[in-house]
């Protein structure tokens, strides 16, 4: 039984907080700015949001009970709001650029999504606290010799000469989440594709920047 488990198709699976179109757009014409470093690797326009929990390898028999937590959750408006200065994660070598995007909503959602998914046993928590934030780039990693075993070996981010610059001051206005989405993410060299598996859309705030 056990043997049948593990050989079970599986899914690579995260939740997350979809941007406004126009602050995805105005987030590439920053990055194609800013992110010019040969070291890093731009995240698509596409895939820039904001993720909740990454929920990790799962059976593909579990995404219709993830998929019904996530859009089963109630529907309410989450502001979040950009920090200008991109934040190198993982010490002195970063391996990726993000930016802070500090939100009481996002917050108090991430919590209440944790716990549904831990209530079903679908979701083991992270150890470090939730860290609202977009990911703008990542860093290449250095090309090294192969091993004895003939396989490549796993190199160090490479320095990068020039990090990504601030924000200008129209993407640091308060905008509002258009959804909570369920993805699955498709592993590739040039970097993952993003398949969304379900979603809840969010209703637009009071007040910030229009859906």
Do not use: N
């Not at 200008?168 to 699955?184: H, I, K, M, N, W």
């Amino acid at each position: 039984m056990a043997k049948e488990r593990l050989k079970s198709p599986r899914a690579r699976l995260f939740v997350a907080l979809d941007l406004p179109d126009d602050v995805r757009a105005g987030l590439a014409t920053w990055q194609a700015r800013e992110c010019t470093d040969q070291a890093l690797r731009q995240v698509d326009e596409a895939s820039l949001h904001v993720t909740l929990c990454f929920i990790g390898y799962q059976p593909d028999r579990a995404i219709d009970a993830i998929g019904a937590v996530v859009t089963g959750l109630e529907p309410r408006p989450v502001q979040l709001r950009l920090e200008a200065e991109p934040v190198g994660v993982k010490g002195g070598r970063p391996g990726l650029f993000a930016l802070d995007a500090p939100s009481e909503a996002a917050t108090g959602l991430q919590a209440e999504l944790e716990k549904r998914l831990v209530a079903k046993r679908l979701y083991k928590p992270e150890k470090r606290p939730f860290w609202s934030h977009v990911t703008v780039a990542r860093v290449r990693l250095e090309r090294l010799p192969k091993g004895p075993s003939g396989r490549r070996r796993r190199g160090k981010p490479r320095v990068v000469e020039r990090p990504p610059g601030s924000l200008p001051d129209e993407l640091l206005q308060t905008f509002g989440s258009v959804r909570v989405a369920l993805y699955r993410s498709h592993l590739r060299s040039s970097g993952a594709r993003y398949e969304r598996l379900a979603a809840l859309q969010l209703p637009p705030a009071t007040s910030g920047r229009e859906r």
